[in-house]
Nanobody, 129 residues
Framework: EVQLVESGGGLVQAGGSLRLSCAASGFTFEAYAIGWFRQAPGKEREEVSCISNKDGSTYYADSVKGRFSISSDHAKNTVYLQMSRLEPEDTAVYYC??????????????????????WGQGTQVTVSS
């Protein structure tokens, strides 16, 4: 059974930091791409950052580039999202998702993660102004 459990969300002031965790189980961690998406009320879900556990390549949305950093701990089957210089616009529920990595380019990985991935329950991030 595929399971993804997000944690680490909370309430922080603008400019602060949080580290989100995505604990994975039920699949071969090293063969999957794992990504973070977020959704704010009234808005569509958007990709934030993703990592391929096969080759270590990463993706960052322009809105978070330079502020967020994604990493993968294969010993713990856990993906982290280090978030710094947080802004009120970062307020959202953050979800972890995973898809088998067939080696496609990131454009197709992102589509697969969004539309076909296994999703966790999400963790709330609130950034006060």
């Amino acid at each position: 059974e595929v399971q993804l459990v997000e944690s680490g969300g909370g309430l922080v002031q603008a400019g602060g930091s949080l580290r989100l965790s995505c604990a994975a189980s039920g699949f071969t961690f090293e063969a999957y791409a794992i990504g973070w998406f977020r959704q704010a009320p009234g808005k569509e879900r958007e990709e934030v950052s993703c990592i391929s556990n096969k080759d270590g390549s990463t993706y960052y949305a322009d809105s978070v580039k330079g502020r967020f950093s994604i990493s993968s701990d294969h010993a713990k089957n856990t993906v982290y999202l280090q978030m710094s210089r947080l802004e009120p616009e970062d307020t959202a529920v953050y979800y972890c998702t995973a898809v088998y990595d067939y080696g496609s380019e990131w454009y197709y990985k992102l589509i697969s993660l969004r539309d076909f991935g296994f999703w966790g329950q999400g963790t709330q991030v609130t950034v006060s102004s």
